[in-house]
């Protein structure tokens, strides 16, 4: 069942809100971080892009969701990180700039990720009813309003103005704090019924797939001899996906298709957060001897 004109409207605005203010936090020297630290930024991006819709399709399998349930859980596991994932990373000393750039270019990236995962979703679990609704150009349309235009006029007006920007950067990001929060309690109350009559499986499948997607990132970050600061970042960005983007996108097509996105939010921020205080201990040692490397190289010049 689409939703309502006047709800999918309210859903698109609150995502070009969110992404806005992304964006003027982000500058073109993060995107080009995939050139000069291209290790750190490879690995988030292979777990962002591969590893996190692949257990995705693992745990609505594994938790044998509805058709179409399933398919709002894999749109979850493609969408790009958030940029509540580089606030946690800043509290836990991860490595900030990383987890910037990831989630750049996870957000660019979307317009071709979110689709193909969509529709191969739609395929696999039979959802027949989404698969007829489903129109490739439609959806990379949505994704481009939704995530490429707010994101480019944010790093503009950053370029632009960049005294403003730093000014009201607290403002900008409370703005989006806000905007967020509004956006999933508004998912939640429209599909209330829905949530409840599958919370089980669904919290579940919701559950095991961050907790795993956190794991399995942060696992492979170190065996590929990443610091812990990097490995936290990664971890993080794969914890804390842009749900208002899952959100926004299935609801359009079709509200439960947002329900496993909903459910998501509401306690992603728990679980990273628990991560966050772990490693923000774990970190402070590497935290502070690049903070006195920084301090030594700007004295000497």
Known sequence: ?????????????????????????????????VVTAPRGVAVGM????????????????????????????????????GALA?????????DTALSITMTGVSSAASVVTVPLYLGLAAE??????????????????????????PLSAGMWLAARRPDWVA?????????AIVTFAVVIVAAVASQAGTVLDHLGPVFGAALALNLAAMTVSFTT?????????????????????????????GASLDEELAVPAAVYSSFMLVTA?????????????????????????SGLT
């Open 221 to 249: 970050a170190r065996l590929v001899k990443l610091d812990a600061r990097q490995s936290t970042a990664i971890a993080i960005e794969l914890g804390v996906h842009n749900a208002a983007l899952a959100v926004a996108i």
């Open 46 to 81: 292979v777990n962002l892009a591969l590893v996190a819709p692949a257990l995705a399709f693992a745990m609505a399998e594994l938790f044998d969701l509805e058709p179409i349930l399933a398919a709002g859980l894999v749109l979850l596991g493609a969408a790009p990180g």
């Open 167 to 175: 000014a009201h950067a607290l403002h900008i990001r409370n703005t």
């Open 273 to 297: 957060g628990i991560f966050a205080r772990v490693m923000y201990r774990r970190n402070a040692p590497d935290y502070a001897s690049q903070a006195e490397s920084s301090s030594s190289a």
């Open 124 to 149: 696999v679990f039979g959802a027949e009813d989404l698969a007829d609704e489903l129109s490739m150009p439609r959806i990379v349309a949505r994704v481009l309003i939704g995530i490429a235009l």
């Open 86 to 94: 580089n606030l946690l990373t800043h509290f836990a000393r991860g």
């Open 1 to 33: 069942m689409e939703a309502s004109p006047l709800a999918t409207g309210a859903l698109a605005v609150g995502l070009a809100i969110i992404m806005f203010s992304l964006g003027t936090s982000l500058k073109v020297a993060d995107f080009r971080r």
